[in-house]
């Protein structure tokens, strides 16, 4: 190769590597955190997306296709949902939520927090009696999250603390059914008393908890998830 030439590729070689990477290279990463309970979500996910997002937390929520919302304020005696039916809104409120709000993010090179994100709405299933390979198939469009949380669930409040402050006693109420979860259970009691929201916590707390590849959500987030 001759001097020119080597010359040549050496400002090629150059060229090249000040060369952007593409968005699949260098975007974000998205980070589940599942659990049962709506308000604290909502308050952790924030949380976590201000530990791990960088410079600009990006959190996406449930109903951010107000999809649910809309069924709620119809306040029909007979609009009765079964569960297929309410896991299915929640597949399509994903799917608006990985399109508008989650893949452009990613795409942007910024870190997403999903809160809730799949295994919230398959442990439900599962709670509500639905097949799991059925509920695996259908979530099959979701991108598998770099790392996954569960939200560890609280103490029960003893009586005298529930009791303290009755003036929060309805913004206690509001907050009961700002969640999926929430929103499930209390349209299903419609349909049948035994849709007791304490046994579905209990039978998805005990799905949440076979998962190997989710880790206990506590005070702190592995350094590994404070991204550059």
Known sequence: MSKAQTKNARKKQRAQDKTPEPASQRGGRLIALDGTSGPSLMAEGVRLARLCCEDSPACSMWDASNTFHELGMAKSKTLTPTPRTLILLYASDLLFRLRWEIEPTLQEGHNVVAAPYVQTAIAFGIAAGLPKDWLEELFSFAPKAVASFRLKEKKKVKKKEKNKDKSNGKKRADAEETGYVEFCCKNLSKIS????????????????????DLNKFGKKVPKALRLA
């Open 193 to 212: 008393p035994s849709w007791d929201s304490a046994d579905v916590r209990a039978a998805m707390i005990a799905y949440l908890k076979e998962q190997d």
